[in-house]
């Protein structure tokens, strides 16, 4: 299958860089374990997050949720899940704006690595969600992380869903991942979020 063009380069910088490359069919084998409890939150305040609420549930995490946290509410977790994508809708209920939010999670992120917590970035609302002001949010936080999960094409596979579905059309999550050895896990669907989180947090199917 051809791979798109312009992906070239940052494909061959993620297998040569990064020992933790993966599609959508899985992870590969040397991906570590990523340890429970974690806690999951919405960086953007998009629908995003309720998603992974229910996600974390069917893949039988251990987890707290809370929208927009608290720093301090981090402790005594060892994992951050954050949901990239930003909601005019879900900020304007919050009462901020896109200033504010990015200020607020650079925060939640130094609290989160001054605790030792790894983070997991997911942008598991597609297409949606990568407008100008999610953007912002996807090109600050996404480089920062540890692994992303993210609803799109990888570089060596068309897209067959709607072309409106793939989050990573212009490779932008890719680009992230090659530049910072950032382990990677592509989804056709939100419900395959289920299968990675078990494998990063080993844990078994049907659990």
């Not at 549930?57 to 951050?80: N, Q, S, V, Y």
């Not at 609302?125 to 920062?144: C, M, Q, V």
């Not at 094409?153 to 869903?161: F, K, L, M, V, Y």
């Amino acid at each position: 299958m051809q791979i798109r063009q312009g992906w070239v380069l940052a494909l061959a910088l993620i297998v040569s860089a990064s020992p933790v490359l993966s599609n959508g069919l899985g992870l590969a084998a040397q991906q570590p374990t990523f340890e429970s409890p974690s806690f999951i939150a919405s960086v953007g305040q998009s629908a995003g997050a309720q998603q992974a609420r229910v996600l974390a549930t069917r893949a039988g995490l251990e987890f707290t949720f809370e929208a927009r946290p608290a720093a301090e509410m981090l402790e005594g977790h060892k994992t951050l899940i954050v949901v990239l994508g930003a909601s005019t809708k879900g900020l304007g209920a919050a009462g901020v704006d896109i200033d504010s939010e990015i200020a607020w999670a650079t925060e939640l992120f130094e609290k989160a690595r001054q605790l030792g917590m790894s983070i997991v970035a997911m942008h598991i609302e597609g297409g949606t969600r990568r407008g100008p002001s999610s953007d912002r949010i996807n090109t600050t936080f996404a480089p920062l992380v540890d692994h992303l999960i993210v609803k799109g094409a990888s570089p060596d596979q068309e897209w067959a869903g709607a072309e409106e579905a793939d989050g990573n059309a212009d490779g932008l999550f890719t680009t992230f991942a090659a530049e910072n050895s950032i382990g990677i896990n592509y989804i056709a669907k939100t419900l395959e979020a289920v299968g990675a989180l078990q494998q990063l947090f080993g844990v078994a199917a049907g659990q």
